[in-house]
């Protein structure tokens, strides 16, 4: 589907790519969805912040990493995608902190740590995303969240303004993070805070985590890691296949037999097939259990 129209857009000193009408399942973990209007990836956080104040403020804008926590809806996204991963990549020692960027793997940044005699971190191998989106939704997995390591983090404002600030500024909670004053900004980077230990401890408990990942997870198949947040005191898989879910399918889009809370692409599904599986499945465990269960992926963009 053509979105193009002539962008308002200068390219003033600008050093990264921009693409129109780029389909965005090149780019999200479900290899499903529409088209983005324009999708800009920056050469580094100098250039996001020179495309940041160069973007009229009207503009719609949305940021992704690996994309394992987006749908773009078959009308596709009229406005510009941000492309992290590939350009904000810094990770390195800041005296006892780690400053990682927001296109850092979460695997990446496990490892780095160990290397670095650092232990903590181990739980980010199960993350299968960047740091920005584990920013932006205090992602978690094994018992660990992001926002326990936050010291600081470093974003950048709709008109490009580089700023810190600490996690006292943010309402934190499970799977949601806000900032306290209304502004919208951009995750580029963190100072995170992880203890010495037993580093070769941290070595094995990284490949153990990734074991189990690949034990207990769909990872043959496009998927987008979990699909609704666990309810308070209960784990979303259990109740999606107490109500017989498993393997429901919808298009190519099937709740994984392998585990319930994640949902597949099996072949040729649309963002539509996936979107109305998601719907599906809620209404299923309300209508059955009366729990209402909430999805951590985000979905954007127009239905055909």
């Given at each position: 589907m053509k979105m193009?129209?002539p962008?308002?857009f200068?390219?003033?000193?600008?050093r990264?790519?921009?693409?129109h009408?780029?389909?965005?399942?090149r780019h999200?973990?479900?290899?499903?969805?529409?088209v983005a209007q324009?999708l800009?990836?920056p050469a580094?956080?100098?250039d996001?912040?020179?495309?940041?104040?160069?973007?009229p403020?009207?503009?719609d804008?949305i940021a992704?990493?690996?994309g394992s926590?987006?749908l773009?809806?078959?009308?596709?996204?009229r406005?510009?995608v941000l492309?992290?991963?590939?350009?904000?990549t810094?990770?390195?020692m800041?005296?006892?902190?780690?400053y990682?960027?927001?296109?850092?793997?979460?695997?990446?940044?496990a490892?780095?740590?160990?290397?670095n005699?650092l232990?903590?971190?181990e739980?980010?191998?199960?993350i299968p995303?960047?740091l920005g989106?584990?920013?932006?939704?205090n992602?978690?997995?094994?018992g660990g969240?992001?926002?326990?390591?936050?010291q600081?983090?470093?974003v950048?404002?709709?008109?490009?303004?580089?700023l810190e600030r600490?996690?006292?500024?943010y309402?934190?909670?499970?799977?949601?993070?806000?900032?306290n004053?209304a502004?919208?900004?951009f995750?580029v980077g963190?100072w995170?805070?992880?203890?010495?230990?037993?580093v070769?401890?941290?070595r094995?408990?990284?490949?153990?985590l990734?074991?189990k990942r690949?034990?207990?997870?769909p990872?043959q198949?496009?998927?987008?890691?979990?699909?609704?947040r666990?309810?308070e005191g209960?784990?979303?898989?259990?109740?999606i296949?107490g109500?017989?879910l498993?393997?429901?399918?919808i298009g190519g889009a099937?709740v994984?037999q392998?585990?319930?809370?994640?949902?597949?692409?099996?072949?040729?599904?649309?963002a539509t097939?996936i979107e109305?599986?998601?719907?599906?499945?809620r209404?299923?465990?309300?209508q059955?259990?009366?729990?209402?269960l909430h999805?951590?992926?985000?979905?954007v963009?127009?239905?055909?």
């Open positions: 193009s129209e962008a308002q200068s390219d003033y000193g600008l990264g790519e921009m693409l009408d780029e389909p965005m399942s999200v973990s479900w290899r499903a969805g529409g324009r800009y990836r580094d956080l100098a996001l912040r020179q495309f940041l104040r160069q973007t403020a009207n503009e804008l992704v990493g690996l926590n987006l773009v809806r078959d009308g596709g996204y406005g510009t492309q992290m991963v590939g350009a904000l810094e990770l390195r800041d005296g006892d902190l780690i990682v960027q927001a296109g850092v793997p979460g695997a990446k940044l490892r780095f740590a160990a290397s005699n232990c903590g971190a739980f980010f191998v199960g995303g960047t989106g584990m920013l932006a939704m992602a978690g997995c094994y969240e992001t926002w326990q390591k936050v600081r983090v470093q950048l404002s709709r008109s490009g303004e580089l600490t996690p006292q500024e309402d934190i909670g499970y799977r949601h993070v806000a900032l004053e502004s919208e900004e995750f963190a995170l805070k992880l203890e010495t230990g037993d070769e401890k941290a094995q408990d990284i490949k153990a990734m074991e690949s034990a207990s997870q990872l198949l496009p998927n987008a890691g979990s699909v609704f666990n309810p209960g784990h979303a898989a259990k109740l296949e109500c017989g498993k393997g429901r399918r099937e994984s392998k585990h319930a809370n994640f949902i597949v692409n099996t072949g040729g599904a649309t097939d109305d599986l998601i719907n599906e499945v209404a299923t465990v309300l059955q259990t009366g729990i209402e999805p951590e992926v985000r979905i963009g127009e239905r055909i």
